[in-house]
């Protein structure tokens, strides 16, 4: 009974909602090169924006189903909504982790304390160069680059987290190194690298090879060690879970993926609400499967055709010959945007599968029970809910490693430490709590 308990409680975690990007406008101060909207710079927006209390109700029906769910509000530029506090406000009193994807041109030093105190968790900012003329160009418009560090200098004086969004061309890859630098140097709790995917006005922007792909995911896999206090991460680029696995086989860590990692989430654990209410996969999915103007948010999430195709994937070609297809499974996007189908082979990975057997996502098994004690347990409930189940397949893998059979807060400590030192994510007291026993922790950070 036990057993089918738990099989039932994985099927319910398998189309858990933890990341929801709502496009709340298509208004843009900036004319991105690469933008999937093909955001405009109209002055009042387009006449179906959603309006705020259709964003708040989709917040409504989000958080009838606990507070595990992320949200993004982006755009074109969500700065450009008045509204946007008001939003950020009625997600984090439902309890969601509220925060704002956004070119950082518009968040001046008033801006950022109104966002502050609405309830923003944290905002990410794009970086595209760090020359200021390349990055100018490709938002653009002439000063950016300065407005946006402008934009960042804010955060930092008013430790409001935040991240920097770095979009990958063949223009700036070289730059790898230095933007690794310069987001660790000016207090970025994350690096989130984005690889294009041709959509929107990206149609007409080149892009990186796919040995070039390869290669930057190599380097980003090995200059996390280097900046343990900074979480470097790709997105749009399940291939970095196939290259992490390669580089170190034995670690159960490596296998934390499939639906609850660091693979393609679009409609297993992900989906966006567009301007005009679509929903889709993901951003670079056109195909809407829903709309909320015409039926519920939830209805689509539990029941759309594409995404219940993305829960049980039919892979062809390569990508459905290959041993990684359950921990990677390649971009979705990427063969649809090319003219081919949903399910067909990822056109940028340059990964040959070998024939072997499927690599299975990390599952405790009979020989591995791990347990939790109380104490871990109440740790691992004050942490934000969008974090908790990757963090418990992370510590129980973790465990594993140890030759250990139960999860005790030290280890939640140790993991916390080693994964960002005295620099967490977010300076809440849920992530502290994580690191306030761990011997390597400076008491002086501690409050």
């Not at 109209?42 to 917040?59: C, F, P, R, W, Y």
């Not at 730059?175 to 970025?188: P, R, T, V, Y």
Request: aromatic share 6%; net charge negative.
């Amino acid at each position: 009974m036990d057993k089918l308990f738990q099989l039932q409680q994985q099927d319910n975690q398998r189309d858990e909602l933890y990341l929801l990007a709502i496009n709340i406008t298509k208004r843009c101060n900036l004319a991105c090169e690469h933008c999937y909207l093909d955001a405009d710079t109209l002055k009042n927006g387009q006449a179906d924006e959603l309006s705020l209390v259709e964003v708040t109700s989709i917040l409504d029906e989000v958080a009838t189903r606990g507070n595990k769910t992320m949200v993004v509000l982006t755009g074109g530029e969500p700065l450009a909504r008045t509204d946007l506090e008001e939003m950020l406000q009625h997600g984090a009193n439902l309890g969601l982790s509220m925060v704002i994807g956004t070119n950082g041109t518009l968040l001046t030093s008033r801006r950022v304390a109104s966002l502050k105190a609405a309830g923003a968790l944290g905002v990410g900012i794009s970086v595209d160069s760090l020359q200021a003329a390349q990055h100018d160009k490709f938002r653009g418009q002439h000063g950016s680059w300065e407005q946006t560090y402008k934009g960042i200098q804010h955060c930092q004086e008013q430790e409001l987290s935040f991240q920097i969004h770095f979009t990958v061309t063949r223009n700036n890859y070289t730059e790898l190194n230095d933007i690794i630098q310069f987001s660790h140097k000016n207090g970025a709790r994350v690096l989130n690298l984005f690889f294009l995917i041709c959509t929107g006005r990206a149609e007409s922007t080149s892009d990186i090879t796919p040995e070039q792909y390869e290669q930057i995911l190599t380097e980003t896999i090995k200059a996390q060690i280097d900046y343990p206090d900074m979480i470097i991460r790709p997105r749009c680029a399940p291939h970095f879970k196939r290259i992490a696995h390669q580089l170190n086989p034995d670690s159960p860590i490596t296998r934390v993926s499939g639906f609850d990692g660091d693979g393609c989430i679009a409609g297993t654990h992900y989906c966006r609400v567009a301007p005009n209410g679509d929903v889709t996969a993901c951003p670079y999915i056109d195909t809407p499967s829903g709309n909320i103007r015409e039926q519920s948010f939830l209805s689509i999430w539990d029941d759309a055709p594409d995404f219940q195709s993305l829960r049980n994937p039919q892979l062809n070609g390569a990508c459905g010959e290959c041993e990684y297809k359950k921990l990677c499974g390649g971009c979705r996007a990427r063969p649809l945007a090319m003219g081919g189908d949903l399910m067909d082979s990822d056109p940028y990975c340059a990964y040959v599968p070998s024939g072997g057997a499927i690599i299975e996502p990390f599952k405790q098994d009979e020989d591995h029970q791990v347990q939790w004690d109380d104490e871990a347990n109440q740790r691992l409930s004050r942490i934000p809910g969008f974090l908790q189940n990757m963090i418990k397949k992370r510590a129980e893998a973790y465990v594993i490693e140890l030759g250990e059979k139960v999860v005790k807060a030290e280890h939640l400590s140790n993991l916390a430490s080693k994964r960002f030192g005295q620099n967490m994510p977010f300076k809440k007291p849920e992530f502290l709590s994580l690191v306030k026993n761990s011997p390597e922790h400076n008491e002086s950070e501690s409050s």
